[in-house]
Every structure is written in C-alpha cells, then in structure tokens.
C-alpha cells in the first residue's frame, strides 16, 4: 500500500467529495451503534458540530473518521468518534496526525471512543482507558 495521509475535508468541500465518501459514511454510521444514520453525520460536518477526515493514497480515499471538540469548563478535549474503511493498523498509524490537529485547536486531550480491541492498539501510544460506559438497551 502507498503511503497513507491523513486530509480534512471541510463541510464546504463535503459536496465536491462526497461522490468518493459516501459508502465511507455507510461504514462509519454502521458502527455507530444505531444512535446515528449517515444523514446524521452528514449533519455534524455541515453544521460544523464534527470535522471529516479523509485518509488517502496517491490513488484514492480508503478511510475516513470524524472528530469533534467538547468544552468542558476547564479544558478542550478532542473526540475520535466515527471512522471507517481502513484497518486499524492503517488508522492506528494516523494518530499522531490527530494529536498535532488537537493540540492546534487547544485541546487537552485525545480521546477515542470504539470497540474494546482500541484500547489494545492504542495503550502503546500513550492512551489509557479512562472510563468505562455500561449501557442497557430499554
């Protein structure tokens, strides 16, 4: 595989891309765990509530995440939230494109939110589990 980088796609350029993301948002609204449908992503990028992030080869797009800041009285954090297509080795090495762009905006802290087996990939970056969210479904 060619090198991966890592593009912001802001909302204004969201139509030009959209023809070579939109299957991405099927995946990243896939893993959602219901609570969002792609037009609900969709919905965070234009509104500006969430920054898509595309990762590339010199071919193509073969991933994409959304981010977005949470104030909190005394810190920024940003928040990983969405990502699909690639593997995770491909998006575990993208990390610290992710860390430069969160420390750019002030945040304190990176945080990303998914399945357990992040929390394996990530603990050698420098992450740590940091709360656990139990959920029962009514």
Request: contains cysteine.
């Amino acid at each position: 595989m060619s090198d991966t980088r890592l593009i912001a796609i802001p909302a204004p350029q969201l139509a030009e891309a959209w023809p070579r993301v939109s299957h991405l948002f099927d995946v990243m609204a896939a893993t959602c765990g219901g609570r969002q449908a792609v037009r609900d992503l969709v919905g965070l990028v234009v509104s500006g509530h969430a920054q898509l992030w595309a990762s590339a080869t010199d071919q193509e797009i073969i991933g994409t995440a959304l981010t977005e800041i949470q104030s909190y009285p005394r810190q920024k954090d940003a928040h990983l939230f969405a990502a699909g297509g690639i593997g995770a080795k491909e998006c575990i090495s993208l990390i610290p494109h992710f860390e430069d762009w969160a420390r750019d905006q002030g945040c304190a802290v990176l945080k990303v939110s998914g399945r357990d087996g992040w929390d394996r990939l990530l603990k050698p970056r420098g992450f740590e589990r940091a709360r656990v969210i139990l959920e029962k479904h009514l």
